[in-house]
């Protein structure tokens, strides 16, 4: 009966803000847990979800307003889709005598018949590089230039739409891991935080009191200022903000 009495005691304002964290941390938790159930990789700034079918495995997600899809199917050929254009199939093929320096995973890649990159690839989850027989970078990942090596070639010569050569090869070899978004860490460092406004919005007196204990000698009976409860107003606001904001991080960001 007690809580249920400073509920009604308390203003419209301060109810929807706690309404808006309590909502924020049960629709958290619950999207936190459904996001890093869904696996793929990452490819430029973007998370390609995998789904299985039979020996195939498909990446797919949105890049730049359209269906974007790897398909990798047994003996490492790769293929690639955007919107509606088609590319490969790819095959990374190791070749120890490629690789530029020693300890490096020396490749070629293939389009068909035609030998489109002899060196090496070194790479991670969510990151991957190739570097050619001379030791230049020639293609990443998350970061694809204009120059040689930079894109795919399809039959027709260079297209800006092609895939990642890097992401080629590493799908090929089954070298570049499997991410998501979603982190539990950040999930509970926001969560912390809202429950912390939460008691802050529900206990405004209690943190008045708290506030002022070490500076004069009665705390009890004093009174806050206008000044202070329009700064503790904009407290509450920013905190929920803030709190918001790193939620949308956490289900947005790819680990």
């Given at each position: ?150 894109r795919a070639y399809s039959a027709g010569g260079r297209d800006r739409h092609g895939p990642s050569l890097a992401a080629v090869a590493g799908l090929g070899m089954d070298r570049l891991g499997l991410t998501h978004r979603g982190n539990l860490g950040l999930y509970l460092l926001a969560t912390a935080l809202a429950a912390v406004t939460i008691f802050m919005v ?54």
């Amino acid at each position: 009966m007690g809580v249920l009495k400073k509920w009604r005691e308390m203003s419209w304002f301060r109810r929807v803000l706690v309404a808006l964290l309590a909502g924020m941390i049960l629709g958290g938790g619950i999207a936190t847990t459904v996001v890093t159930g869904r696996e793929g990789i990452k490819y430029q700034d973007t998370l390609l979800l995998l789904t299985r079918e039979g020996e195939a495995c498909r990446y797919t997600g949105r890049l730049d307003g359209e269906r974007a899809e790897f398909t990798v199917r047994p003996g490492g050929l790769v293929e690639y889709r955007w919107g509606e254009e088609a590319y490969g199939p790819y095959q990374g093929v190791e070749d120890p005598s490629a690789a530029p320096e020693k300890g490096m995973t020396g490749l070629e890649i293939r389009l068909g018949d035609e030998n489109i990159f002899r060196g090496a690839y070194s790479g991670a989850v969510g990151w991957a590089m190739l570097q050619d027989e001379s030791g230049k970078i020639t293609d990443m990942l998350d970061l694809i230039s204009d120059g040689p090596g930079g894109r795919a070639y399809s039959a027709g010569g260079r297209d800006r739409h092609g895939p990642s050569l890097a992401a080629v090869a590493g799908l090929g070899m089954d070298r570049l891991g499997l991410t998501h978004r979603g982190n539990l860490g950040l999930y509970l460092l926001a969560t912390a935080l809202a429950a912390v406004t939460i008691f802050m919005v529900c206990c405004p007196e209690l943190m008045f009191r708290w506030n002022i204990m070490w500076d004069i000698r009665n705390p009890e009976k004093a009174e806050p200022s206008d000044w202070y409860l329009f700064s503790e107003r904009v407290t509450w606001i920013a905190c929920t903000g803030l709190a918001a904001y790193l939620y949308w991080i956490n289900l947005t960001g790819i680990n």
